[in-house]
């Protein structure tokens, strides 16, 4: 595949997960994607990664993550993501819901193998998001 056809499958795939549409990532995801929530952690299946979006949405119902900029090379499509939203639903990392509105930066690695995502690397300050929680503050 192309890098614009590497770029367009990863904005679709995003896409796809804003509108929680769980059931449609099986058809983004290669038949051997590993999900990484942090480094050296792997997820093998698209089911971990199905997990960690619903838990997002369950813990912040109103939350949106645009892409602010995704750069291309190869079979690598880094995506860079604001996210926003309000903690009003279940406990997020064990802090019950404290409606505080959260934003922060989240950076993503994808590699595309036979047309699909096969590998999903996510990285994303957890203490700042704690820290907007009023958590460590």
Request: charged share 25%.
């Amino acid at each position: 595949m192309s890098v614009k056809a590497n770029k367009d499958l990863v904005r679709r795939f995003f896409e796809t997960i804003e509108e929680e549409n769980y059931d449609a990532l099986k058809d983004f995801c290669h038949q051997d994607f590993v999900f990484y929530p942090q480094l050296d952690t792997p997820y093998p299946g698209v089911e971990g990664l199905i997990e960690s979006e619903k838990k997002n949405f369950d813990a912040f119902p109103d939350f949106k993550m645009p892409i602010i900029s995704m750069v291309a090379e190869d079979d690598l499509v880094a995506a860079y993501f604001i996210f926003e939203g309000t903690h009003t639903g279940i406990p997020f990392v064990g802090v019950p819901a404290t409606g505080n509105k959260v934003r922060f930066s989240l950076m993503i690695l994808l590699r595309v193998s036979e047309g699909k995502i096969i590998e999903q690397r996510s990285h994303v300050d957890i203490n700042d998001i704690l820290r907007q929680l009023g958590v460590n503050s």
